[in-house]
């Protein structure tokens, strides 16, 4: 079982940027992938970006030249750069860490873009 603890949302203006981390009681060096997903009330989660365990990512597109995602292997956490944030970046922001047998998800953080 391994537990993964989102922080770093917020409040934030359009323009701004925030960082959030997902800090994994376990070892993500074994997991296949870690991924950054959103999602708003009444809406499905949807997918912002993900790392492959080789370290090759992939974006939403409509996150692509904004947002980064990185990771540090010895500290067992996955981040999210969100730079250039719009209001329709509002949601709960969730970690998710692939170990292909088992997938495990943090409980959310709240990002919210607003002047």
């Known amino acids: 079982q391994v537990q993964l603890v989102e922080s770093g949302g917020g409040l934030v203006q359009p323009g701004g940027s925030l960082r959030l981390s997902c800090a994994a009681s376990g070892s993500i060096l074994t997991a296949n992938a870690q991924g950054w997903y959103r999602q708003v009330p009444g809406k499905p989660r949807e997918l912002v970006a993900i790392?492959?365990?080789?370290?090759?990512?992939n974006y939403a597109p409509f996150v692509k030249g904004r947002f980064t995602i990185s990771r540090d292997n010895a500290k067992n956490t996955v981040y999210l750069q969100m730079n250039s944030l719009k209001p329709e970046d509002t949601a709960v922001y969730y970690c998710?860490?692939?170990?292909?047998?088992?997938?495990?998800w943090g409980q959310g953080t709240q990002v919210t873009v607003s002047s």
């Open positions: 998710n860490v692939d170990y292909g047998k088992y997938m495990y």
């Open positions: 790392m492959s365990r080789g370290g090759g990512s």
